[in-house]
């Protein structure tokens, strides 16, 4: 509220509608909601990314309560209990790792025998006393009474059962990008992200990215309230230029 106060201080308009296509490219830009059109000289996309859910049963009802999806934001919530990080790429170890220095015994679930981090983040956490390979393991069921107390695995090569006794679990299979709106006219990488570096600038003239949604290697709120700070003064030159 303080943020919106301030911005329309120096004359911001702020809009509640539903975006529902973009005509990105030209000098004349066009935004559709189910509120009207919009044209404009630039467009900053900030749509976010969200996390990747699993979808076995429980994750939905104790999302918030147990279920979790950032060690770095929630972690501190789980200091001294017992968690498992479900995940095998450099997420999860790194969470693992972070974790292992909060949390009483961390579990590291992966569905395969081979992990697909980085070498020297397995070595880490194997060297790492209250980290515990769980190999070969889906989730197929968490659940507890009013907080979350098991995470029930399925071996993948027996079939096989069996129960963690944790008060946590973190989901770290990587992040999916809100970039379907500009797929097709802004540039993506192979993982879904708009192709925008330090600049925010896109593939398109007068369009810019910031956020969750941009390739980087931290998203955090410091870096995407950063990336605000450089978006909003290349539109504010590039607005300029063409006016």
């Known amino acids: 509220d303080t943020m919106r106060r301030q911005a329309e201080g120096f004359g911001a308009e702020f809009c509640l509608a539903t975006v529902t296509g973009l005509e ?4 004349i830009r066009t935004v559709h909601t189910d509120k009207g059109d919009f044209t404009c000289f630039g467009i900053l996309i900030a749509t976010g990314a969200h996390p990747r859910r699993i979808g076995f049963p429980g994750e939905d009802d104790f999302r918030g309560r147990g279920v979790a999806y950032c060690a770095t934001c929630d972690g501190a919530f789980f200091r001294g209990m017992r968690v498992a990080v479900v995940g095998g790429g450099d997420t999860a170890f790194e969470d693992a790792l972070y974790l292992a220095d909060l949390a009483a015994e961390v579990y590291l679930v992966h569905r395969r025998e081979q ?3 980085q070498q020297y983040l397995v070595d880490r956490a194997a060297h790492t006393e209250n980290i515990h390979f769980v190999k070969n393991a889906v989730p197929v069921e968490i659940g507890g009474g009013m907080d979350l107390s098991f995470l029930r695995l399925q071996n993948t090569a027996t079939g096989a059962e069996e129960t963690l006794e944790v008060e946590g679990v973190f989901v770290a299979i990587g992040y999916q990008p809100n970039t379907a709106l500009v797929a097709g006219q802004v540039t ?4 879904g992200y708009v192709a925008a570096g330090e600049d925010t600038k896109t593939n398109l003239q007068g369009v810019f990215a910031a956020g969750d949604l941009r390739q980087k290697p931290l998203r955090q709120v410091v870096t995407a309230a950063a990336d605000g700070a450089v978006a909003a003064m290349q539109a504010h030159v590039a607005c300029m230029h063409q006016e």
Not at 24 to 27: C, S, V, Y
């Open 188 to 191: 993506l990488d192979s993982a």
């Open 115 to 117: 992990f697909r981090a």
């Open 24 to 27: 990105a490219d030209g000098d």
